[in-house]
């Protein structure tokens, strides 16, 4: 810990409170005591993240082998995989994708680019935007059960309900980083635009989005890593089932990788605990990939203007 | 002194399409109609009309099946009552139960999440270099976005042993809200870090000048200057926590237990709101059963308090709101 | 092929110009009469700006020579790019700003129901102070004009390199066509800028300090420019260069701001136009004489 103290003196030591006495040693002290906190709250986040991915794969590795993903799920822990909720993960976050991105951007364009700023309209689809983005993700589920059972479809374990609570869940994460990543394109690159004799919504197609196709992505891989690690709406469309076929289409039935490994740490078995640890590895390095993704991406075109 | 570079001729081949004073050439009418562009816009409007589509559908989702149930069982005894036991032969509908089990785990989550997380965000915006500053927000972000399944199973399969049991010797069964809670602020951190740094960055640099001229040190300017001026922000950021804390539902469903019961002790097992609908989602429940309408009137009540601590968000943000 | 030679062009100055007097109260003069402008592209009459209640140019009364090169001088603050930005529409994109009196294109209004803002745009061009190519290569910063206006085009690569020979940056670029736009220096961009506006073949071209934030052997260069491209462009330059505009303009519209007493709002009034000579050689007003030689301003 020595090297703590002593990088913490040294910021206190950039403190030039130059009263002596008592007082100065006690200001200094609660400096120090004050920075100490400060690394102490870093660290809380930094070694919990560090502990649980060790403690995760310390758990999981003996299980991470080829039966993990050629598997299917099964009462007996040797035979048991994750390979229908792998395929499924995929074809719901497809169809999550399908739906939210174009909605998402199209919402966006609209309220950035041609939403009269002063009708009453577009204020409240502003300020609902933003009560969307807080309202529990559960929620979202309930949402799409009850759409499901208007509609009159009968079975609600399908991918493209699952996908439409999980896009519903992302939208207005998706409206709000593309309204930022639009805005963040200078004005004056439309007006070069404009004053070719484009019309604005060549102006939008040609120049704005493509100059902000870097922070859409960003924003939206983010938000599909959150899609593809959220397990809570999911579980009121029956996700957590027994599936021993693989997912082949959007009305097909589903379980997903966050899904598969709830229903495994329910099991009081260690042994599925372990198979719960080792799909928990392997959707981490996929979120993880994602999310280096994302920032490569954000730090690679950050304002190139 | 102007010297004439006029070229005699006109000669750029851009400009001899149509012969000069052709009328066509300077017609500022509409060339071409732009239908399609029209159809595009309303297209676009509509997306964005979405949302209201979307609030109202959740809005009478929600409401239909609530009013169902509250039509068998009276709002008091839902409100008010201490017993929840809706599969029971006497069924008995008190949501206190839930409610205490859900304050539990958002207090503990805010108990560790707030402290830490301003810590976390006064280190970020006024302390730390923008390299180690580089190095550390990209980690808050991975941390942010580990799935709460994962989440959970490391406090059951982590925390209560190693920590909770070994570690601070702490009697406490397989599932607590101590643990639920502990790990749930754990992964609010990040949020509250983040939104605050951002509120903290937006301080003008001269109101820290001003402070350090006046010989204040780094603490007190973090302290009395830049907290204070950036406190809207950060207030916003703690209530954006506490509405994620409530809805949060894998952490509590795998961690916080299932018995629900009324929770008066950190170190035991309770079934949130949430946990209670994740639960009862696994049954297969007919629409329209009380057993339906009841996962209904938990959701509303949820939806209900984050909205509550949303528009209290929007309150205290408008009123310290700050302007520099 | 121009219509009109050069030496008739520039014949006639407006004598009435002369005998109107600044008034810094509000009640400032209105200008009636269109000066003696052969031949105007553009001509404004009586034409005010509105940003919501605030006015920001006042009663300009004002016509743009075809194949001349006009330049607008004055203050900062004086309406200028205001002004300009009347002139083919830009100032629609404001959403408070609103025009009173009229701007005629060879005698259509162009604030007519029936004029439409993207054909004016077509017709007539801007660069801007910053240069702001897209974020795209050289070529399809050439291109893109052509592309969206749907301009029927025999060999976009021979209109490419037309464009920008026009605008004497061929040499220095067709090996890297595509390449980024970001990747040329300031003045290149800005040239790029010139060569992308004049790709959609238009009437006239505006400039809003094209050379503020260039070095002064860019700004050499796009002078020469400007006096090159006047064999086939009517050119407007917002100039704060004052030696600028006695380097290209023919003629030259000095503008100043006419202070509101009660409301303290700055609007725009035009002091003085006339020959670029007359201007810098012998103005009528005496404001003008007092800014051309640095009193004031």
Known sequence: MTSTVAAARKGASR????????????????????????????????ITLVVLILDTIRTGATRLDTRLFTEYPSSRPAEAGARPAIIGSAWVIGATAALAIPLGVAAAVHLEEFANRHSKVNRYVEVLVQNLAAIPSIIYGMLALSTLALMGVSNKNIVIGGALALALLILPVIIISTREALRAVPREMRQGSLALGATDVQTVWRTTLPAAIPGIATGTILALSRALGEAAPLLLLGGLVFISFDPNGLLSGFTTMPIQIFGWTGNPQAEFHELAAAASIVLLVILLAMNGLAIAIRNRYQRRW | MMTDTRTPAAGSPLRSSLPPGDPRARSIT?????????????????????????????????????????????????????????????????????????????????????????????????????????????????????????????????????????????????FSVLAAGMVMGVMIIPTIASLSEDAMTAVPQAMRQGSAALAANRMQTSLRVVFPAALSGIIAAIVLGISRAIGETMIVAIAAGSRAQMVTDPTMEGSTMTGFIARAALGDSRVGSLEYNTLFAVGLLLFVLTMIVNMISVQIVRRFRQEY | MTTHPHAAAISVPSPARSATPLSTRPEIRTHTEVPDVPDPVIECEDLSVYYGDFKAVTDVSLAFGHNEITALIGPSGCGKSTLLRCLNRMNDLVDSARVEGSVRYWGQDMYAPDADAIEVRRRIGMVYQKPNPFPKSIYDNIAYGPRVTGMKVDSMDDHVEQALRDAALWDEVKDKLKQNAYGLSGGQQQRLCIARTIAVSPDVILMDEPCSALDPVATLRIEELMLQLRADYTIVIVTHNMQQAARVADRTAFFTAGVNEITGDRTGVLVEYDKTSRIFGNPANSRTEDYISGRFG
Not at chain 1, 19 to 30: I, N
Not at chain 2, 41 to 67: D, F
Not at chain 2, 125 to 144: D, H, M, N, S, T
């Open chain 1, 15 to 46: 403190t030039l409170t130059s009263t002596g006495g008592v007082r100065s040693m006690w200001g200094k002290l609660r400096s120090l005591g004050f920075l100490v906190f400060l690394w102490i709250s870093l660290l809380v986040a930094l």
């Open chain 2, 30 to 174: 509409r060339g071409k109609p732009h239908h399609g562009e029209r159809v595009v816009k309303v297209a676009l409007r509509l997306s964005a009309w979405l949302s209201i589509v979307i609030t109202l559908g959740i809005a009478i989702s929600l409401l239909v099946p609530a009013l169902e149930f509250f039509a068998e069982v009276p709002v008091t005894e839902f409100l008010f009552g201490t017993r929840w036991a809706p599969t029971f032969a006497d069924a008995t509908f008190g949501v206190l139960p839930l409610v205490t089990a859900t304050a539990w785990t958002t207090l503990i989550a805010l108990a560790v999440a707030v402290p830490f997380g301003l810590g976390a965000a006064i280190y970020l915006a006024e302390y730390a270099r923008p390299r180690v500053r580089k190095i550390i927000k990209p980690v808050l972000e991975v941390l942010a976005g580990i799935p709460t399944v994962v989440f959970g199973f490391f406090a059951i399969n982590f925390v209560t042993p190693n920590v909770l049991q070994s570690l601070l010797g702490l009697n406490v069964s397989t």
